[in-house]
């Protein structure tokens, strides 16, 4: 299920696609609102719905299905309507799943599924919708922890735990390259140090 703050970055997508389109008649929102398991809009325009798809595909990963219907005739000609139907991966960009018995973070999204890499070694691969039916998500994003190394040897990092407040020490990840700061979540009560993404930057460049 969706969160209420998913539905509203979802939702907000919407307006940005509007925005970079041009003044159609028929870009406009007929009704909308929640409905069981998901999220229903009315566009005015086939061209809008498939432009919004592809779009969030893009962005937050997923897929689309697109389904046609006739819904009447008007001057002799059919009426359709497009269904397009659009499911949410259960985790975003950054976020850390366990799949195949090992932790990964998806690191970019693929026309058929995500980019994932490793987190405890260089092992990079892609993986369809369908092969990560299987996986579940052990740590979100902005669950993470950005720390800074009080001291740090060649594989071992000690920093203050922002729980207790006591020091504590934890592997260092694959790629460490010596800086103090470094991205730890915590997973079934041990603290794990993630390797770096483009995403991460982007994200303290925001920040």
């Not at 005015?44 to 006739?70: C, D, F, I, P, Y």
Request: charged share 30%.
């Amino acid at each position: 299920r969706l969160s209420e703050e998913e539905f509203l970055k979802l939702r907000s997508t919407l307006d940005t696609v509007l925005e970079s389109l041009s003044d159609d008649p028929m870009f406009f929102i007929t009704s909308e609102g929640p409905v069981t398991g998901g999220y229903d809009i009315v566009l005015g325009s086939k061209g809008l719905a498939r432009s919004w798809g592809r779009h969030m595909t893009k962005v937050h990963g997923g897929q689309t299905v697109e389904t046609n219907s006739t819904v009447g005739r008007k001057d002799g000609v059919d009426v359709t309507r497009l269904t397009l139907l659009y499911r949410k991966p259960g985790y975003d960009l950054g976020d850390v799943i366990r799949w195949r018995d090992n932790f990964w973070r998806p690191s970019s999204w693929s026309k058929d599924g995500a980019i994932v890499e490793r987190v405890d070694r260089q092992e990079r691969t892609g993986a369809s919708w369908r092969d990560l039916e299987s996986a579940n998500v052990v740590s979100r994003m902005q669950e993470h922890f950005i720390a800074e190394l009080i001291n740090q040897d060649s594989s071992v990092g000690e920093f203050l735990d922002p729980q207790s407040w006591t020091m504590s020490s934890v592997r260092l990840p694959w790629d460490h390259d010596g800086n103090k700061i470094i991205r730890l979540t915590r997973i079934e009560g041990e603290w794990l140090a993630l390797q770096k993404l483009s995403i991460d930057q982007n994200i303290q460049e925001v920040a």
